[in-house]
């Protein structure tokens, strides 16, 4: 082996070492939840730790959705997150497509102040609009986790920088051909937004599932919450004592949103890092 | 486009606001241009109005109100509210927690940004070199980003349990004795800390990895063949050309540190004494378990007022970048 190689072949050994390094202390985490929650206490209250579980069991689950209402809290998330971003996603298409493809008046404005929102914090808008839900009688309702969280800047955002780059002789051409103004948006511009549909989408769902903050003020009711406030209400009825079962719910909580990353990674990444690209 | 995972370059710039392809702009002004404008004006009503008419009852109001509200003595839910003009700013400043909030957010912002840019690039290298497996890694390290923050805290208080938590495991087989990370200051703040890294790391390393597949081959095979080391390559090279992706990251990580609730709710909920409670878990603690509404209010226009700044920065910083490219 000549010198320069083995030179080579060194920095590449210890890259590949420092990478599994960092897989291992970046993965562990996950995989230690998902083995506690298949431990028996006996198990998981063991000194010096006990690495695999002996068996699999499954109490801890059982256990977790005899406290609270497990599945109706996944089916409570699962319906908030879809109609969520669904509605999301169809307010940022015709959002954009007005103000891309209409003429209006006051259009400038318009995108102003719907791009001016991304620099508006959340958070300065809680104690408001809390007092507004509750004045609506929609505390503890669906409605009141949904509606305020509706209206779509990041997606009107992308949905726009896409439809500029839309060739403008196809939109012609529907037009010639009569078509109006929704049969251009759903007929010719959505078939043609695939990439971004997807990615919008993507980013909405996993918002809407992991959003906490507004879930956990508007809803102390157990039947209404979403999983991640459920798992609150488990924290605080088992406290600390209990690993097995909250753990298990940890993996109801995140389980969901892991496989639709595995499975579109992709589209999810892209979306997610839009920002570098366009900010 | 390829099968990287990784988005385009943060350096390529947006497209052109080029004029729409609307043949309704160039319609002149008979009586057929008059109904076609009008009917534009309605479909814009029906298209863009509902998303525009949420942002204003949802975003703008509450923003307005809050500034508002600011000013009042008034607790949550109560009929009664005083104006008291500045007084719950004049508060605030003369608050004997106030210090100690201020201080332990910036240890958290300097430390959860610090550490995720420097261990974000050191990781993005690492992504870059063309070695087996680093699709794999690539997704274990962004995987993190995309779950929820409280379910995380709660998964990594178990990795924190001083008596069966995993991480008193591996310090106990270098043999290190594990702190009080519950309880005893600074570990608290410490124990948050590493988890929001642990979360925001992967983010970091793939924008960073996206900056660097755009730097050009044939500078850093100019630079090596000009004898200049990796290290120094890296430096002179390859650090300056990513400097509009550092500062993009720098901004993002700034405003969305300061904003981070759900993994200090879980974990520690602003305790013990106070020593994770941040900026913006002070404004949920005063708001909605004290409930002095008015005085939250106040601590939120304080947050707003450093975003703002931070943004503005940015702002400043995104028309200087076109003269270094």
């Known amino acids: 082996m000549s010198v320069i190689t083995s030179r080579r072949a060194a920095p590449r050994a210890g890259s590949y070492v420092a990478m599994v390094l960092a897989t291992i202390v970046l993965g562990a ?4 939840m998902v083995l506690a929650s298949v431990k028996t206490p006996g198990e998981l209250y063991q000194l010096p730790l006990q690495w695999l579980p002996s068996q699999l069991t499954t109490d801890n689950y059982a256990q977790a959705a005899e406290t609270v209402p497990l599945g109706r809290l996944l089916l409570n998330s699962i319906g908030l997150t879809i109609a969520g971003a669904g509605l999301k996603v169809v307010l940022g298409l015709c959002c954009a497509y007005a103000l891309v493809f209409l003429d209006f008046p006051f259009k400038k404005i318009v995108f102003g102040l719907v791009i001016a929102t991304l620099m ?26 949904l509606v305020p969280g509706l209206a779509s800047a990041f997606g009107t955002f992308l949905f726009r920088q896409h439809f500029l780059t839309l060739p403008a002789s196809i939109l012609e051409a529907a037009e010639l051909d009569g078509a109006g103004h929704w049969r251009k948006l759903w007929r010719f ?6 990439p971004t549909l997807a990615a919008v989408a993507l980013v909405s769902v996993v918002t809407e599932w992991n959003d906490y903050l507004w879930p956990f003020l508007v809803i102390d009711n157990p039947q209404k919450m979403t999983l991640p406030v459920g798992l609150t209400l488990l924290q605080n009825i088992d406290g600390m004592t209990n690993w097995g ?4 719910a940890t993996v109801v909580v995140t389980l969901p949103i892991l496989l639709v990353f595995l499975v579109l990674q992709r589209r999810l990444v892209a979306g997610l890092t839009a920002g570098a690209v366009t900010g | 486009m390829t099968t990287v995972d990784t988005p385009p370059a943060p350096t390529a710039p947006a497209p052109p606001a080029s004029v729409p392809p609307s043949s309704t702009r160039r319609a002149p002004r ?16 029906i298209l863009a109005g509902p998303n525009v008419a949420l942002l204003l009852v949802f975003v703008y109001r509450p923003l307005l109100e809050s500034f508002y509200l600011s000013t009042l003595q008034w607790n949550l839910g109560s009929p009664v509210a005083r104006s008291i003009g500045l007084g ?13 909030v201020v201080t332990t957010t910036l240890v958290f912002t300097l430390a959860t940004v610090g550490g995720a840019m420097v261990l974000g690039l050191g990781l993005a290298l690492l992504l870059d070199r063309k070695i087996a497996g680093r699709g794999f890694a690539r997704t274990v390290a962004f995987a993190p980003y995309v779950l929820s923050g409280f379910a995380v805290g709660i998964l990594w208080l178990f990795m924190f349990d001083p008596r069966y938590g995993l991480v008193q495991e591996l310090l106990g087989l270098v043999g290190l004795p594990s702190p009080q990370w519950y309880t005893e200051r600074p570990w608290p703040l410490v124990m948050v800390i590493v988890v929001y890294l642990w979360k925001n790391l992967g983010y970091v390393a793939l924008i960073y990895l996206a900056g660097l597949q755009s730097v050009p081959q044939d500078l850093k095979d100019a630079a090596a063949l000009d004898g200049a080391s990796p290290a120094r390559t890296l430096w002179s090279i390859v650090l300056p050309l990513l400097t509009p992706t550092t500062f993009f990251l720098l901004v993002t990580m700034l405003l969305s540190s300061l904003q981070s609730f759900d993994i200090i709710k879980a974990m520690t909920q602003g305790g013990p004494l106070g020593s994770t409670t941040t900026l913006m878990y002070s404004i ?9 509404a008015g005085y939250a209010s106040a601590v939120a226009t304080v947050l707003f007022l450093v975003l703002l700044v931070v943004t503005a920065v940015q702002m400043r910083f995104v028309q200087r970048k076109v003269h270094y490219a």
């Open chain 2, 30 to 45: 008979t009586r057929l241009g008059t109904r076609r404008r009008r009917s534009a004006l309605v479909w814009a009503l």
């Open chain 1, 120 to 145: 508006i914090p959340p958070q300065i808008t809680i104690i408001p609009n809390y007092t507004l839900v509750a004045s609506l009688g929609w505390l503890n309702t669906y409605q009141g986790i």
């Open chain 1, 189 to 194: 511009v959505v078939p043609m937004s695939a």
């Open chain 2, 88 to 100: 719950n700013y004049v508060a605030w400043f003369n608050a004997p927690s106030t210090p100690t």
């Open chain 1, 245 to 248: 079962v909250l753990l298990a």
């Open chain 1, 29 to 32: 985490p996950l995989l230690w």
């Open chain 2, 284 to 292: 949920y603690q005063e708001g909605f378990v004290n409930g002095r």
